[in-house]
């Protein structure tokens, strides 16, 4: 069984490419063992700068969440902290309405968990929502994706916005088993 602090590892090492990471990081009163952000901007434009068609501004933060057990009240928490810290910190900046140019940000949480992940987990993360609308959607949205990862099964059980998560979360788990197995013998190694 990998551990949760080797895999969040791995983890980290795929999402350095497009993401800027920071380690322990604090917002709010509660503290990540990681966070990821990424930000893009694009534009159309006639001829010269100046004559701007159109541009965008996306943006995904990326919370890494440590637990032994998971249950229900972890996600209420994280609805919490989205809804009183997350969007309005870093989506919206302390204004009333993101940036100019604003089209999306995603909340991501990828939450390491020791235990299997119980039928009432899975159903929380399946049903996991949030979804903000800001001036009927001129300025974008922000929307939260969910993913528990188990280590003891590793399972990965995600919510509708996350499922593209899935290929990435299990190909860390593929990694390392291939790391324990000698690549000449199959046996594990020692």
Known sequence: MISKGDYLKDLLYRYRVNFDITENFKLGNAVYPAYA??????????????????????????????????????FDLIREQITQTIEPQLVRKGGKYPEKDHMCSYLTFVILTDDEISDEVKKEVKKFKFDKGYMFNFRGHSEARIAAVSMKSEEIVTNSNAKDMRKLL????????????????????C
């Open 37 to 74: 952000y990424f930000h893009s901007f694009s534009e159309k434009y006639v001829l010269r700068k100046e004559a701007q068609l159109w541009a965008v501004n996306a943006f995904e933060h990326v919370f890494f969440i440590e637990e032994d057990t998971l249950n229900a009240a972890t």
């Open 170 to 189: 299990q190909d860390v788990f593929d990694k390392q088993g291939r790391k324990e197995t000698s690549p000449s013998s199959g046996e594990i190694a």
